[in-house]
């Protein structure tokens, strides 16, 4: 079936890079996806990359994707104290109309 | 321009009353619509998925149901609330026709059944 884990949190220091993983089961995704949700807001789409791309960056993102391993992981340079917030891991699941199937979310505390 | 509304964004309803929260979407045509619902300090989980007009798939059994009556209209339906039914509820929708690779999330509705 199809299941996207994450660990549930992370805590890092204003300035370091944070680093957030994800394992996803459905090897037929064609995108995957990092979404934000800042606390008590809805979501916001972060970045998402090509399932036949290795990695990705944009500005203090950067997105790796290890398909043989179906391993995402999400790098944010220079954190922020405005970083603060869950982030979620998300797959395509074509048998449900295309849906996006998401990790439980991490969240990342970062403290000054 | 392509838009979602989601109404209400916060709603406090006694167990056992009904419920509908209504999702619009603006600026496409035939978009694949979803509903989630996250639970307090919990993942999303999808809910319904619908591709097309009265084509509704239910993920999880549950209280809830969704219908489509028209083609950029989602409503999420319940005769009788429970107490689990909280949760904070968010419409999406993805474009079938240009491919694209987005989903947009509507602002979500905050239910709590007291």
């Known amino acids: 079936g199809e299941d996207v884990e994450q660990s549930l949190f992370l805590s890092v220091r204003e300035g370091d890079s944070s680093v957030i993983n994800c394992t996803y089961t459905?090897?037929?995704?064609?995108?995957l996806y990092w979404y934000k949700q800042e606390p008590g807001a809805g979501l916001q789409l972060l970045t998402y990359i090509f399932s036949n791309m290795d990695m990705k960056q944009d500005q203090r993102l950067t997105v790796l994707l290890n398909k043989k391993d179906k391993h995402l992981s999400l790098r944010i340079a220079d954190t922020q104290t405005g970083d603060s917030a869950i982030y979620f891991c998300a797959e395509t699941l074509n048998q449900a109309g295309t849906a996006l199937i998401f990790g439980k979310g991490t969240t990342l505390s970062v403290s000054s | 321009s392509q838009t979602i509304h989601q109404w209400p964004a916060t709603l406090v309803q006694p167990v056992g009353s009904p419920l509908s929260l209504e999702c619009t979407v603006e600026g496409t045509s035939n978009p694949n619509l979803y509903w989630y619902r996250q639970a307090a300090g919990r993942g999303l989980q999808l809910l319904f998925y619908s591709v097309g007009i009265g084509q509704i798939s239910s993920e999880v059994p549950q209280n809830l149901s969704a219908s489509r009556p028209q083609d950029r209209q989602f409503i999420l339906s319940s005769k009788k609330l429970l107490l689990s039914d909280s949760g904070f509820y968010l419409c999406a929708w993805r474009d079938t026709y240009t491919g694209d690779s987005a989903y947009t999330f509507g602002s979500g509705t905050r239910l709590t059944v007291v």
């Open positions: 459905d090897s037929s995704s064609t995108y």
